[in-house]
């Protein structure tokens, strides 16, 4: 038996009995801005419960990069919401955990509406993918997560003032890398004709709409999507930040008026940090897309 696996059994051992290790709730995060997001408010869910909550950020140091392997992700959760509490698992309990109290999450492969895992009880390893009752989630989701734009560099924070002079500013997140293609979790990529739907109505709406885009991939809207949205002074692709400072076009996104999404979360995380009556937000009018019907004011699916 190796020195490791002989460290595992003696902490599981000291953890079954209770003695110097107490049980604790661990949550696996990975992936980008918005499910650190997501899978901080799951734990935060234990942590109201008085569980011990703890984090497994391993995805960070072994993996940090998107499906494709072309761009980063980095753990960004504090450097956009610096005030939050938040523990890191050691690598020792993450390895026990993992082999022994590992619960897939009802959200990984298939989404189902089994929510027995808010039962559980420490010890539990949550992984995979969760989704919770929309309710619980929306006012968790709103009570925890506060945008400050002191988190922002000066260029972000000269474009936020930018976006202010703009009556009826519009953020159109255009989710392009690893989602470009068809994938089992997301679905079809938007397409170009939704993005033409969407732009013309807002134009429609709001003659004086200013459009923003923002993208893992500038070039291909610049190239590819602008020419076919028949924009001349209306808008710009947002080129600040790279897929290593998600979290800036997260606030950013936000901090416009309204919003065009697509597959992915950014541009539906940016619409819920300042939802409110006013605010139109567009999606895929997809039926994986349907679960935010129940967590946006008015959404619009086309």
Same mark, same amino acid.
């Given at each position: ?35 650190? =997001? ?96 929309? $309710? ?10 506060? =945008? ?7 260029? $972000? ?81 947002? $080129? ?35 939802? $409110? ?19 946006? =004011? ?5």
């Amino acid at each position: 038996m190796s020195f490791q696996k002989l460290k595992c059994k003696y902490y599981n051992s000291l953890l079954k009995r209770k003695l110097l290790i107490s049980p604790k709730v661990i949550v696996q995060l990975d992936g980008g801005i918005c499910s650190q =997001m997501h899978q901080y408010l799951l734990g935060q869910y234990y942590a109201q419960q008085a569980f011990a909550v703890r984090y497994d950020l391993a995805f960070y140091k072994k993996w940090g990069s998107d499906l494709n392997n072309q761009f980063v992700r980095n753990f960004d959760l504090l450097r956009a919401f610096p005030y939050l509490e938040f523990k890191e698992a050691s690598a020792l309990a993450v390895d026990v955990y993992r082999k022994r109290y590992y619960n897939v999450g009802n959200n990984t492969g298939k989404r189902v509406d089994d929510f027995s895992f808010l039962q559980k009880q420490p010890p539990v390893y949550l992984g995979g993918y969760y989704h919770l009752p929309a $309710n619980l989630w929306l006012e968790m989701f709103h009570s925890i997560f506060k =945008m400050s734009l002191e988190v922002l560099d000066d260029p $972000n924070k000269e474009f936020c003032q930018a976006i202010d002079e703009k009556a009826n500013s519009v953020a159109v997140h255009v989710r392009r890398g690893d989602l470009k293609v068809e994938v089992f979790d997301y679905g079809k990529p938007a397409s170009l004709k939704y993005f033409q739907t969407a732009v013309d109505m807002f134009r429609m709406r709001f003659p004086d709409a200013y459009f923003y885009f923002f993208s893992d991939e500038p070039d291909w809207v610049s190239k590819v999507l602008l020419p076919q949205l028949s924009l001349v002074d209306e808008g710009q692709v947002v $080129n600040l930040n790279g897929s290593d400072k998600g979290y800036m076009d997260l606030f950013l996104i936000a901090h416009c008026k309204h919003q065009i999404t697509s597959k992915g979360t950014l541009g539906k995380y940016g619409a819920l940090l300042a939802d $409110n009556s006013a605010k139109v937000v567009v999606l895929c009018d997809d039926e994986i897309e349907y679960c935010w019907k129940e967590l946006l =004011m008015n959404p619009i699916f086309l």
